[in-house]
């Protein structure tokens, strides 16, 4: 989807190239290559070592979980 200087995209043609992008031909879902130990353990500890919170605006950010 060559464009020439000047030429305009219309709406259809800026979507499939700025939001769609290329086709995937596999599962998109499906992580690249597994988890090492090392990684499974730092997202254990962050889902273990803070919980999400919610500002009134609708932000939400990370807290510290007290420990006991």
């Given amino acids: 989807m060559a464009r020439r ?9 800026w979507l499939a190239r ?3 992008g290329p086709a995937q031909l596999g599962d998109v879902t ?3 290559r597994p988890a ?12 273990t070592g ?3 919170r919610q500002e009134p605006s ?3 950010y990370l807290v510290e979980r007290p420990r006991d």
Avoid: K, N
């Fill in 30 to 32: 499906a992580p690249v």
């Fill in 58 to 60: 609708g932000r939400s």
């Fill in 36 to 47: 090492t130990q090392d990684e499974r353990g730092r997202d254990e500890d962050l889902r």
């Fill in 5 to 13: 200087r000047g030429e305009r995209l219309d709406m259809t043609a």
């Fill in 50 to 52: 803070f919980e999400r």
């Fill in 18 to 20: 700025y939001l769609v």
